[in-house]
């Protein structure tokens, strides 16, 4: 059974930081994502990463504000997103995703079908 565990989230002032991180185990050769979803609004892809290498994806809404990484150890993942300069309108709940693809995300990665979700973390901007 994969878990995705999120952690990382808060709340913090309009312009400040906060590191998210997502932990897994037993995956290879996966596409891996943060969505977020505010309230009455739909759900959103904000980054995406495969963990065989390769290229990175963002929001345009976040490009040059949030970084995705991922740190692979023995049988564990980590995949984190560093999300500097925060705005009000970033809060939302976060989720961390994982599609064991065996290829690459992709440029539509945000429209896939991800196989496991995190149960989220809030991150809350204040203005």
């Known amino acids: 059974q994969v878990q995705l565990v999120e952690s990382g989230g808060g709340s913090v002032q309009a312009g400040g930081s906060l590191r998210l991180s997502c932990e897994t185990s037993g995956l290879s050769n996966t596409c891996m994502a943060w969505f977020r979803q505010a309230p009455g609004k739909e759900r959103e892809g904000v980054a995406a990463i495969y963990t065989g290498g390769g290229n990175k994806y963002y929001a345009d809404s976040v490009k040059g504000r949030f970084t995705i990484s991922k740190d692979s150890a023995k049988n564990k993942i980590t995949l984190s997103l560093q999300m500097n300069s925060l705005k009000y309108e970033d809060t939302a709940m976060y989720y961390c995703?994982?599609?064991?693809?065996?290829?690459?995300?992709?440029?539509?990665?945000?429209?896939?079908?991800?196989?496991?979700w995190g149960q989220g973390t809030q991150v809350t901007v204040s203005s």
């Open positions: 995703a994982a599609d064991p693809v065996g290829s690459g995300c992709g440029a539509m990665w945000h429209r896939r079908t991800f196989a496991y």
